[in-house]
């Protein structure tokens, strides 16, 4: 019977994450068929051209593999993986080929998120699966889920990486888990750069968690750097052997006219965060608050009083783990006041800037909901069985509730967005002509903005289009496109606008065939004599 014992309760254990990753692929799988019915899992513009950029790999007027579409402003993680579906063309007209991704890392986020809360809780279950709901439940993250976006993949590393730290920092001298946290947070950093930083804000912490468990100094110094080799090389990798190898410029990601600095500060006129500290934290505040009910987030500041007393009181070190998960919030303020990124919250109107940004701190709210909860049940009903039990039923019901009414919201705000950024009558309009009337010839064409919407849309194959992501065939293009293009898709100033449409080659050679508020079309006059029978 002793010996029974362990095996039981571990087959119980194993039972108890089968079961919860059932239920989270259940809930996932359930709002995708329902976005896509209603044709919301491929609006946003970053997932368009994530998912182009995946197909255009191999799907390309150059004919070979191109390296360079994996990554530029962006890192190469996700969009590598959704290379490796985006070539089943049924997956890729879908959005599947990038969804899925997005739709299993919200399994491994809810998952591990109720392990890492068992973890910091005393194995707390009713803590565990309350923060799961605070994950799980929130509408803008199950939205998430369903497109090519990045945010449900950054929230699983965090919430992977977080986890592999905390175990670290239980068993210092274990090579296992330092092991898995140097990978893990090296494979962190091929997916957004933005988990760079989170790994040098969680450098201090976990200096002090390991030092805490050993303090003999070479040791110590030994496994720090053993911990931070797999992120930093692969930081050092990608700035020298991809960015500066393929771009000619070590910071393009940060430099390049496609950066978010480029297009949503300078380009969009939104600059009244740089260097304005305040306001830095008021727009990442704002967008926190516009994603996660009020209710919920004092919890979690009332988890995060009890974590830093637990930290600094009982001196349990391998809280410090849980910097990694709380790194949005140094982050963005910092992006923000150094006009790295811009969020502008209007709240009431259609027509706010990257509220998407509130979303990745939920990971970190639901952990700290968890040590609130657990605390909370622990103080309450200490020696009473059943009072423990009826207050946790009560506590989970209130959070199910309070969940429950966000997730009813028709008008969740990363859909409002979405709809209000992408889906324009102009746009549609633009794409369906496009649509109807090509017939033949490579299209040229800006890979940037709206426009890979269209040529996601227009469901014209990649392999057509000339566009900027193939330097050598795009300056020789807009150099002399007669003979090389026989469409040009245009918007107002940009530049096949602003350095081809207004020279006298051009406009000798080309007419224009379709115009509203969106963009311009153009045709080459010998192209448009044959469609018309002349």
Same mark, same amino acid.
């Given at each position: 019977m002793n010996v029974l014992q362990p095996r039981l309760q571990r087959a119980l254990v194993k039972f108890q994450y089968r079961v919860l990753a059932a239920v989270a692929s259940l809930l996932v799988i359930g709002y995708y068929v329902f976005y896509a019915a209603a044709g919301k899992t491929v609006l946003y513009g970053d997932g368009l051209t994530k998912l182009n950029n995946a197909r255009r790999a191999f799907d390309?007027?150059?004919?070979a593999i191109s390296l360079a579409q994996w990554g530029s402003i962006w890192l190469v993680g996700d969009t590598?993986?959704?290379s490796s579906l985006a070539w089943i063309n049924p997956l890729y007209r879908s959005g599947l080929a990038g969804s899925i991704w997005s739709m299993l890392a919200f399994v491994v986020m809810v998952v591990v998120i109720y392990d890492l809360t068992l973890q910091v809780t005393n194995r707390s279950a009713t803590a565990g699966v309350a923060a799961v709901l605070v994950a799980a439940l929130n509408i803008n993250v199950v939205y998430f889920a369903t497109t090519p976006m990045t945010e449900p993949i950054i929230m699983a590393v965090e919430v992977v990486g977080a986890w592999a730290l905390v175990r670290l920092g239980k068993d210092a001298s274990s090579l296992k888990w330092l092991l898995i946290a140097s990978m893990t947070l090296g494979a962190a950093s091929l997916v957004r750069y933005e988990m760079w930083t989170y790994t040098f804000i969680s450098v201090v912490p976990m200096g002090l968690a390991l030092w805490a468990g050993d303090r003999r100094f070479w040791y110590w110094l030994t496994r720090m750097a053993v911990l931070y080799a797999t992120p930093l090389f692969v930081m050092a990798f990608w700035i020298v052997g991809w960015e500066w190898a393929l771009f000619g410029d070590p910071l393009y990601f940060s430099n390049s006219r496609y950066s978010a600095h480029a297009i949503d500060v300078v380009g969009a006129g939104k600059t009244f965060a740089v260097g304005n500290i305040h306001e830095s934290v008021r727009q990442y505040i704002l967008a926190v608050r516009w994603n996660i009910p009020t209710a919920v987030l004092l919890v979690a500041i009332l988890g995060a009083a009890i974590a830093i007393k637990r930290l600094v009181i009982d001196r349990q070190w391998h809280l410090l783990g849980l910097a990694y998960l709380a790194a949005p919030v140094v982050f963005f303020p910092m992006s923000l006041y150094f006009g790295q990124n811009a969020i502008d919250i209007k709240p009431g109107t259609?027509?706010?800037l990257n509220i998407r940004y509130?979303?990745?701190?939920?990971?970190?709210?639901?952990?700290?909901v968890g040590i609130a909860v657990a605390t909370s049940i622990h103080l309450c009903?200490?020696?009473? #069985?059943?009072?423990?039990?009826?207050l946790a039923v009560t506590i989970l019901v209130g959070l199910m509730v309070i969940q429950g009414q966000q997730l009813r919201q028709p008008d969740a705000a990363a859909v409002l967005h979405d709809t209000a950024a992408q889906e324009s009558t102009a746009m549609r309009d633009y794409t369906a002509w496009l649509k109807q009337h090509y017939d033949y010839g490579r299209i040229l064409a800006e890979s940037f903005g709206p426009l890979n919407g269209v040529q996601y849309h227009a469901g014209i194959d990649l392999s057509n289009y000339i566009t900027e992501s193939y330097p050598d065939l795009w300056t020789s293009t807009m150099r002399d496109p007669s003979g090389?293009?026989?469409w040009v898709l245009v918007r107002d100033g940009d530049t096949i606008d602003t350095q081809l449409v207004t020279t006298p080659e051009f406009q000798q050679n080309f007419r224009? #065939?379709?115009s509203n508020h969106f963009g311009r079309i153009y045709l080459t006059i010998d192209h448009e004599s044959k469609r018309n029978g002349k």
């Open positions: 390309n007027p150059v004919q590598a993986l959704i259609l027509f706010s509130g979303t990745t701190i939920t990971p970190c709210v639901a952990v700290l009903a200490r020696h009473h #069985v059943a009072i423990r039990r009826t090389r293009v026989e224009e #065939v379709f």
